[in-house]
């Protein structure tokens, strides 16, 4: 058995269980959105912004990070969306679907892509937070498989790329300190409490 007949495979299999669980298809519908994961993180984010805290400025940098990264990763995903183009489930197998028909390449998987970038940020900032944050976000991305728009190798492969971004960005730790800096005079000019 090949990667990809065993990537189908554990896509049918997951997928098989939708609508037999009717709470739990109620709880994906909820989580496999575009809005409900990348929300929630962005506010906890926003929340580790300004939190006060003895290491506020190490959240800081890793906001900014997860702003960067998320501009890095879109370009990313734009690109390799010219060059490999990947069906999605529901276009060539009998899916049980509890999510509209997206019109973009299934691989990598955006959703998770963003999902784990954030989650890894948040994660890098406060490891309590950020692992609740991790959680979510590979129930975001299970759930896009779940809800039959997705491969696993889809997700998979969005979430790797999404804490590579994040980690690498993260790592440039000097013009991180400065951009965060450069936002906080920009928020004391606006009047706005940190």
Same mark, same amino acid.
Request: charged share 15%.
């Given at each position: ?8 495979? %554990?896509? +049918?299999? =997951? ?5 037999? !669980? ?7 519908? &909820?989580?496999? @959105? ?38 890095? %990763?879109? +370009?990313? =995903? ?5 060059? !490999? ?7 060539? &197998?009998?899916? @049980? ?38 959680? %979510? ?18 997700? &998979? ?38």
């Amino acid at each position: 058995m090949n990667l990809l007949s065993l990537d189908k495979n %554990l896509f +049918l299999f =997951i997928n098989s269980f939708v609508g037999k !669980f009717p709470v739990f298809d109620d709880l994906v519908k &909820l989580v496999v @959105n575009e809005y409900f994961v990348p929300v929630t993180l962005a506010l906890i984010l926003l929340y580790l912004w300004f939190r006060p805290s003895n290491v506020k400025e190490r959240s800081q940098r890793m906001v900014v990070s997860a702003s960067i990264s998320i501009g890095v %990763l879109s +370009l990313i =995903i734009a690109l390799s969306n010219h060059f !490999f183009v990947r069906v999605r489930p529901f276009g060539e &197998l009998s899916t @049980n679907l509890l999510f509209y028909k997206p019109t973009d390449p299934s691989f990598p998987s955006n959703a998770a892509t963003v999902g784990f970038a954030l989650a890894t940020a948040i994660f890098f900032a406060n490891k309590k937070i950020g692992s609740a944050a991790l959680f %979510l976000a590979g129930f975001y991305a299970f759930s896009r498989v779940y809800a039959g728009v997705h491969y696993p190798s889809d997700v &998979l492969a969005g979430a790797l790329l999404g804490v590579a971004v994040i980690y690498v960005v993260s790592k440039f730790d000097r013009q991180l300190k400065f951009l965060g800096f450069t936002i906080q005079k920009i928020q004391r000019r606006l009047n706005f409490e940190d």
